[in-house]
């Protein structure tokens, strides 16, 4: 089981960037997949994008595309959510979650055993 923390969230104005973290406790973590869901004010829960142990990532949210990117860094035990030309849109809580490697990634927020707190995101002006 791995514990998950979040950070980098805040207040942004639209077009700006923020650095999302997701600092994992398991020496181990290089045996997960690492997924990055959001929820909105009044919206379900939505995957966003994942990275699998190995480096490569699915995305899973068109409206994200060419603006968020994922990267792990498993010597660190840290996984980044980059994103870059923020829409108010984009505001919301956002977890990160983690599923042994050997599942993979999924949009399904029920097949992931361990979650973070979130970090919230307001994209304000």
């Known amino acids: 089981q791995l514990r998950l923390v979040e950070s980098g969230g805040g207040l942004v104005q639209p077009g700006g960037s923020l650095t999302l973290s997701c600092v994992a406790s398991?020496?181990?973590?290089?045996?997960?997949?690492i997924g990055w869901f959001r929820q909105g004010p009044g919206k379900e829960r939505e995957a966003v994008v994942c990275v699998y142990n190995t480096g490569g990532t699915s995305d899973f949210l068109s409206s994200v595309e060419g603006r968020f990117t994922i990267r792990r860094d498993n010597a660190k035990n840290v996984v980044y959510l980059q994103m870059n030309s923020l829409k108010p849109e984009d505001t919301a809580v956002y977890f990160c979650?983690?599923?042994?490697?050997?599942?993979?990634?999924?949009?399904?927020?029920?097949?992931?055993?361990?979650w973070g707190q979130g970090t919230q995101v307001t994209v304000s002006s």
């Open positions: 979650a983690a599923r042994d490697q050997h599942w993979g990634c999924s949009t399904s927020s029920d097949v992931f055993d361990d």
């Open positions: 398991a020496t181990t973590f290089d045996r997960y997949s």
